[in-house]
C-alpha cells in the first residue's frame, strides 16, 4: 500500500518492539491545549493499523522506511515539519501496536498541521471525502478573500444536497420536492477548509451518507460527458440521458456557482478506506474538472430541465395554514402545510367557492383535508393546479386537539373571506 522512502531503520528488524519510539519528539509539551477539538484522540484499541496508514498516506503523509511488516515512520506533507514523527505499526500483529497506535494518535491530536486533524476526523468517523478546487486569484500571503471562501462553500453545499435529492429520487428538476429529507441526510457531514481557502473538504459519513456519495459520483462524471457531447456535437440529449447518473438542474446550478468567477474547479471523492471503494467505482477515482468554457452548456441545460419536468398528479394531505380570496363569495386560494401525499413543506391551491367553504369549516374545528390536483414544476411543486375533491379528513382526538392549539396560536396568519394581505 505504500511506497517506502530509504531512511536509516530505527531498529533491528527482528527486534520485538521499538524502545526508542517513546522517545519521538511532540509539536507540543505535556499540559499544552491541543489544537485537535474533538472529544479526544480515537480509542487506539478500536483503531486499525491499515486504515491509520491509508489515511495517512492520503493526506501526504510521507513514510520514512520501517521494518517491513512491522511498522512504519511517518512524517507531516510540507516544509517546517520540524521533529514530528509517527510509529504506525502495519498489523495487529506487531507486539507493542496498541501502545505505538496510541502515541500516534496522541500526537495526531497535538499536531498543529491541517492533515493531522483530517486525518482524525476520518478515524473518529469513517468517511467518504469529497475535496472542491477553485481556481482563483491569489490574495496576500496566499489566502483567499472572505468572499472566495463563502463561494466555495456554498457551490460544495448545493452539490451535496443535488446528490441527496438525486437519491431520494430522479428528476431533471426537483424544486421544493424532498428537500427537507435530503438536508437531513447531510446534518452528519464535517467540513474542513484547505489552506489558503481555495480549497475545502467533506467528510460524508459512511454510515448515513454513502449513497449520496456514490449518487453525486456517479453525476459529477454524466454531467462531465454530458457538457463534452454539447461541446463537441451542439446537441442536448446526453443531459436527458444523465438524469439517469443523477444530473438535474440543481446539481447544473451547483456547478455554475464552482466555476463562475474562477479559472477553473475540481472535484475529487476518496473512499473510506475502512469501507472500501462502493461496487461499480473505480477505487482511487480521477478529479473531475470544469471550467468557464462549460458554463453555457450547464445553463442551457439547466434551463431544458426546468422547462421540461412534468407536473405530478398527487393526492394531499394538509392542514390549511392560510385562506384569502378578493371578495365575500368566489374562487379563493388556501395554503396548505403537506402531512401526505407530496415531499413538500407547503403547497397552495386555487378552490372554488365551494371548496373553499369546506376548507375554512375544517380549518376553524381543527381537520386537515384532501385535496386531488396536479403538483405543478413552476414555482418549484409548490403550486397544486385543477384543484378537486375536497375533503375534511377524520383525525384521532389528540391531533385534532394540537390542530385547535396550532390554529388558535395563529390567528394572526388565518385570513378568512375578506380579503386581508397575502
Known sequence: MHRPIDDPA??????????????APLPFPDGVPAPWYG???????????????????????????????????WTPPGPGAGGTSLLVPESREFP?????????LTALARSAAPSAREVLVGLAVPSDEFRWWRDVPHGPSGAASWT???QLRSAARQLLLAGALAVRGRAGYHGARRR??????????????????????????????????????HALYAAREAIDYQRATGGMDAFDAAVAAGVSRELTEALVA????????????????????????????EPVEFSPGDLPALRAAGARYLRDEPSVPVRVTGTVVRMRR??????????????????????????????????????????PIRVVGRLESRGGFRRLSDATDVVPVQVDEAERDRL???????????????????
Do not use: I
Open 10 to 23: 530505527p531498529g533491528p528488524a527482528g527486534s520485538p518492539s521499538v524502545p526508542h519510539a517513546r522517545q
Open 180 to 217: 427537507r429529507q435530503a438536508q437531513a441526510v447531510l446534518e452528519g457531514v464535517l467540513v474542513g477548509p484547505a489552506p489558503g481557502g481555495r480549497g475545502l473538504t467533506a467528510f460524508v459519513p459512511v454510515d448515513t451518507g454513502r449513497s449520496v456519495a456514490v449518487r453525486l459520483h
Open 39 to 73: 472529544s479526544g484522540a480515537p480509542d487506539p484499541a478500536l483503531v486499525d493499523p491499515l486504515v491509520l496508514g491509508a489515511l495517512l498516506h492520503r493526506h501526504g503523509w510521507r513514510r520514512r522506511g520501517g521494518a517491513a511488516g512491522r511498522y512504519a515512520r
Open 96 to 104: 507493542d501496536c496498541e501502545d505505538l497506535l496510541g502515541e500516534a
Open 258 to 285: 464552482l466555476v463562475r468567477g474562477a479559472e477553473g474547479a475540481r472535484v475529487a471523492v476518496a473512499w473510506s478506506p475502512s469501507a472500501g471503494a462502493p461496487e461499480g467505482c473505480a477505487a482511487r477515482p
Open 148 to 150: 472566495v471562501q463563502e
Open 326 to 367: 378578493s371578495g365575500t363569495r368566489g374562487a379563493g386560494t388556501v395554503r396548505l402545510r403537506v402531512l401526505a401525499g407530496a415531499e413538500v413543506p407547503h403547497v397552495r391551491a386555487v378552490l372554488d367557492e365551494e371548496s373553499y367553504r369546506t376548507a375554512g369549516h375544517a380549518h376553524l374545528v381543527g381537520l
Open 404 to 422: 385547535m392549539k396550532s390554529l388558535h396560536e395563529n390567528l394572526d396568519f388565518f385570513e378568512e373571506a375578506c380579503g386581508g394581505g397575502d
